[in-house]
């Protein structure tokens, strides 16, 4: 079975500019999470997805990230325009609807410079 | 307002011997989860073990055990026969049964010795 997939692993962006990063979480998973991570913390949850609808973004800035999963299976979260301290590591995860088990992806490293 | 706190920033353990990390929680819900997950450097979290708030005895998977003390709001997490693969970071999470958030706690780094 695969596993939650994450794309890009890597990205090095200058502040000010924008960037996305893609999810696609495990077949049949209704519930899709973005999380970010800065060095040295705990995840921080950023939106919760259920298919395609929004249950939690209350942790999101919505001044700068934004974040849809249209068809209710693929994610993207952006950040416009990116500052120093959105460098983090951002999880996305996935779960049944209503399952305490979340599976998560390998992560996206940013470096805002 | 919830909580988790882990208050081990870093543990050390020699290889085949038991850890305990420890974890202890703050909120005024019933229902609630307690978890704990693995993240190695690689990055990916990995779920370790799963404890309910009503479950009367504590969780086990293998060599990992969950002591949960509710009256004192904790679930600690113990390693036994700790191996090399076990060097990683460990972070104790609650969830509660409404809408499936999850609130991590800072991680415990643990590294074990040959």
């Known amino acids: 079975e695969a596993g939650v997939a994450q794309s890009p692993r890597y990205k090095i962006i200058e502040k000010r500019q924008s960037v996305a990063f893609w999810c696609n979480p495990i077949s049949g998973h209704a519930t899709l999470y973005w999380y970010q991570q800065i060095l040295g913390q705990g995840p921080k949850l950023l939106i919760q997805?259920?298919?395609?609808?929004?249950?939690?973004d209350s942790q999101l800035p919505k001044d700068r990230f934004s974040a849809e999963r249209l068809k209710g299976v693929d994610s993207t979260l952006k950040i416009q325009p990116a500052k120093l301290e959105d460098s983090a590591v951002y999880l996305c995860?996935?779960?049944?609807?209503?399952?305490?088990?979340?599976?998560f992806g390998p992560g996206t490293r940013l470096t805002v410079t | 307002a919830q909580k988790i706190t882990q208050t081990q920033p870093g543990m050390f353990v020699q290889e085949k011997e038991a850890v305990t990390l420890d974890c202890t929680y703050d909120t005024s819900d019933q229902s609630y989860g307690l978890f704990w997950y693995k993240q190695p450097s690689s990055g990916e979290m990995i779920f370790l073990i799963y404890?309910?708030?009503?479950?009367?005895q504590n969780a086990t998977e293998g060599r990992y055990s969950l002591n949960f003390q509710k009256a004192r709001k904790s679930a600690n997490l113990v390693i036994s026969a700790s191996q090399l693969g076990d060097s990683a970071m460990y972070f104790c999470?609650?969830?509660?049964?409404?809408?499936?958030?999850?609130?991590f706690g800072t991680g415990t780094s643990l590294t074990v010795i040959p």
């Open positions: 995860a996935s779960s049944f609807v209503n399952s305490y088990e979340q599976y």
């Open positions: 997805f259920q298919n395609n609808g929004v249950v939690d």
């Open positions: 999470a609650m969830s509660f049964f409404t809408g499936n958030q999850f609130y």
């Open positions: 404890q309910g708030s009503y479950d009367e």
